[in-house]
């Protein structure tokens, strides 16, 4: 039985590694790839990765948007999206959906039958399929690859920056109260043990702007994000402001970023700064 375990190995190795390079092939057509992370839920880190990756594509920019959020897989619904269904090459690998004027998008969200269906997987099955999402994915020649994973810093987010060896970096998404900024400071230790770049820290939700007056209210307070970006010397990126159409835009499928009725708003303002400064921190 060693006997025969020898002779399997060697063909294992030849396998692992024809497999890493079919996944570095992949990777070397993509400029950029860019990791969005937040040690929290419920911070709009999956709105802030889509309109990032509109606002880069809408800049005339190839961009991929990869969603690893495996068990709440939002994006499809946030580019309006949802239902849509994957389809295979000839050569039998992915083709990503597509959003606009060319933004592609790969989710766990569409292979689902049913939106509603929870998805029961442990750590090798969540590897398994964000390899699948990197290697056999068409992805084609692009500037960014954005990649939008669940909050925490678990299995999806480790095993991107395992398989994809030398990212850009990433970007942290946090709000302003204390007990978000308390767990998004994991983040930041996540990156520095794994030696992960970080781009910067963007303040979401950061005060109310009135549409009707203008005035803005601090709702959840502002500068936890600023102040903890500080204190741990990274780069703080901006605040994104509460406005609320950015959360109909998110119901409505389409990205706050490409609304033309909100260009001279503040969020938008906002965004548009944050993305110049991402795309600045990437090429350096």
């Not at 419920?42 to 068990?71: C, E, F, M, P, W």
């Not at 398989?163 to 767990?183: C, F, H, S």
């Not at 009135?210 to 901006?238: D, I, N, R, S, Y």
Request: glycine share 12%; hydrophobic share 40%.
């Amino acid at each position: 039985m060693s006997e025969q375990k020898g002779c399997q190995a060697p063909g294992a190795q030849q396998s692992k590694e024809a497999e890493q390079k079919e996944i570095r092939e992949t990777l070397d057509r993509i400029k950029h790839k860019i990791i969005v992370l937040s040690g929290k839920g419920g911070v709009g880190k999956s709105t802030i990765a889509v309109n990032l990756a509109a606002a880069l594509s809408a800049g005339k920019q190839r961009v991929g948007l990869l969603d690893v959020d495996i068990h709440g897989p939002s994006v499809p619904k946030l580019l309006g999206l949802d239902g849509r269904r994957l389809a295979t090459s000839v050569t039998g690998k992915l083709l990503p959906a597509e959003h606009g004027s060319g933004l592609k998008v790969i989710s766990v969200g569409f292979l689902l039958d049913d939106m509603n269906t929870a998805v029961i997987w442990r750590g090798p099955l969540k590897y398994g399929i964000i390899k699948q999402f990197i290697k056999d994915v068409t992805w084609g020649e692009l500037d960014y690859l954005i990649v939008d994973s669940p909050p925490g810093t678990g299995d999806e987010p480790l095993s991107v920056c395992q398989l994809m060896e030398n990212p850009d970096g990433a970007v942290i998404v946090t709000t302003p109260q204390d007990v978000a900024v308390l767990d998004v400071r994991k983040s930041v230790s996540f990156c520095r043990q794994l030696g992960l770049p970080i781009l910067g820290v963007i303040e979401n939700m950061s005060g109310f702007v009135c549409p009707h007056c203008g005035k803005e209210t601090p709702l959840f307070k502002t500068g936890g994000g600023k102040a903890m970006a500080e204190e741990l010397g990274v780069p703080f990126l901006g605040s994104v402001p509460i406005e609320p159409a950015i959360a109909h835009d998110a119901d409505a499928g389409r990205p706050f970023c490409g609304d033309a009725s909100c260009q001279s708003s503040p969020a938008q303002k906002s965004f548009n700064e944050i993305v110049g400064k991402i795309i600045k921190a990437a090429a350096k």
